[in-house]
């Protein structure tokens, strides 16, 4: 491999991309051309580095300095300056949220320095397009490894000794799900990735697969050993095109090198992989309903048991894990369980990805060791909240989980400190969420949600969440009624035990979680009519600051239902009876005079 | 039938289905893959060319509209040149992407779901597109724009209006 003096790593993230990163790494070619520096600097496009709400950044090896926001014309004086004359561009570096401080190099800012990366190992450092990139950071060493050293139950034996766990959302001990496939009788097996990342507010497996591909391949050709299979299938979303991309060139380029196909490096073991491409349906990321969408059928879910791992696709033992899980399979392998236990927790350990999202200044992925606390994750890693306003809380979990408050802040955070908080871990989406953000509203959009994605099948969920759901729009629009919040309460735990799937049991969680940690905000909707946070609309209210008013009547000819009167020259009143709360007068008004409250 | 449906789509885009089909043929669970192609090559899905697939693959029709109907990205109706899909994950909702919903049915004059008179735009919403780190966000076609506020649609949209042959 060929030897530079410095490296340019351009971000090419779907975050990125969308702010043009493609433009910024056109130019970095073209002048490093024109400054003749082709044999000396490389220009590498990589997966998501993670800070995406700073995009594009790039990341200039040896040292290690990180620049923000680079549009096309910051590349010739990063050239001529960082490159050629090693003087750092100022105006380009990271500032700290809470002093303004310039930060220059990556590794001592706060929000990649507190990461711990094992799935994220490679995402952001090297080019998921080029398998060498891969192999160069022990890429399918661990595949090698099994297959001339292991026999299929010692690997099955390392993956229950490293007690990962899915972390796809249940937290189901990964090596008991690969020994029970293992163990279920049948000649033909299957391992399937699971990769509908459905939950809003989590993209970790986006990037993981447009980021570093390889990383699954190796960990399903290493489950496809374990577990006796010869066939795989990704299932991956139709609203991730360039993942789906990136896997497919990734599928190829293993195949040319023979890490997939017939004979995989030259031992008896063949293994192949396919991809699936959804279409546009929550609930199959629920494992039983994605095997029907990969049989062509509706993504229905079907009872459990028979579990997948002896009854999945085409009614073959079936192993089903989430892209996080499987990219912690390499490093797993390669660096032994004894390792991985020692980070995290005792019940969970390893690390956990999450996606920063919603009120927080830092934006993005971040992965940290299990048993962080939420402070930590929100206010160091994150930056705080922006705006200077107050935490209110953080969502995890999606539309399963729930919200946590701030006297969680200081909670490790694992599976089961998830679950005894009302929420749970989900895939890792984290929205942060502050004063101006209404939980009633948020309880009403998650079960909006749910009631949208429900297929329909089982009457629990079909029927139950549309029930929620009419009650929560009722409390928002000041109709609701307290014994609303016992109704709420009782239809909850009937769905809970009762729909058919992990997407209806756990849709009433939002709501529960919210009605136990936000119950005043319920009741102020309820018995004061007022939304606390300004948002539900019905319950604000237009008013006239007889101070301000200049009495020119703008307002009440503009209204249109006549419901402003009042005489020239004086302050003018609304009459909030026949007021429809359209707006119009507050957008008129020429002196700034009418206020919602 | 085959009358009425090459009046509407040429040989060609048949032809190009049926070499899909073809590939796809006693294969397992080949058909939603090839529902993914077809809407490719004709923009929709309409009774036809369900039938050519239910025809093609040996399934019941019943069974080819079952699956249309189920999962949201395949459309039985026609869509406008570009599908704008506004992200109403949570990260962008609770950062007012209801409000950029507003803003766009305001200048393209229709309801989410509908397309506009000029057939240039479909305006949809979506679950998270993934890019939470910059909600509010939306999608058009492939393209995906970040950090927006009700005021920057126009100029938005402006890049793909007009750009019709």
Known sequence: MKLYRAHVLVCGGAGCISTGCKAVLDRFTNEIKAHNLEEEVHVVETGCIGTCDLGPVILIYPEGVFYKEVSPDDVQEIVEEHLIKGRIVNRLLYEQPASGGQIPYYDEIDFFRKQKRIALRNVGIINPEVIEEYIARDGYFALGKVLTKYTPEQVIQEIKDSGLRGRGGAGFPTGMKWEFTRKAPGDK???????????????????????????????????????????????????????????????????????????????????????????????????????????????????????????????????????????????????????????????????????????????GLVEVPMGTTLREIIFELGGGIPNHKRFKAAQTGGPSGGCLTEKHLDEPIDYESLLAAGSMMGSGGLIVMDEDNCMVDVARFFLEFTQDESCGKCTPCRIGTKRMLEILIRITQGKGEEKDLELLEELAQTIKVSALCGLGQSAPNPVLSTIQNFRDEYLAHIRDKKCPAKVCRALLQYSINSELCRGCGICARECPEKAISGEPKKPYHINQEACIKCGVCLEKCPFDAISLT | MTETCCQRFSEKQYQELDEVIAQYQGKPGGLIPVLHRAQLIFGYLPKEVQIRVAEGLNVPLSEVYGVITFYSFFSQQPRGRYTIGVCLGTACYVKGAAEIVEALEEELEVKVGETTANGDFTLMVTRCVGACGLAPVLTIGEDVYGRLTADKIPEVLKRYQGTAE
């Open chain 1, 189 to 363: 097996k299957y391992v399937v990735c699971n990769a509908d990342e459905g939950d809003p507010g989590a993209f970790m497996d986006r990037s993981i697969l447009e980021g570093d591909p390889h990383s699954v391949i190796e960990a399903m050709a290493i489950a496809g050993y374990a577990v006796g299979a010869n066939q795989g299938f990704v299932y991956v979303r139709a609203e991730y095109p360039l993942a789906v991309q990136r896997l497919e060139n990734a599928i190829e380029k293993a195949r040319a090198f023979g890490m997939l196909g017939k004979n995989i490096l030259g031992t008896d073991f063949s293994f192949d992989l396919e991809i699936r491409v959804g279409a546009g349906a929550f609930v199959c990321g629920e494992e039983t309903a994605l095997l029907a969408s990969i049989e062509g059928k509706r993504g229905e879910p079907r009872p459990k048991p028979p579990f997948p791992a002896s009854q999945g696709l085409w009614g073959k033992p079936t192993l089903i894990n989430n892209v996080e899980t499987f990219a912690n399979i390499p490093a797993i392998i390669n660096n032994g369980a004894e390792w991985f236990r020692q980070i995290g927790t005792e019940k969970s350990p390893g690390t956990k990805v999450f996606a920063l999202a919603g009120k927080v200044n830092n934006t």
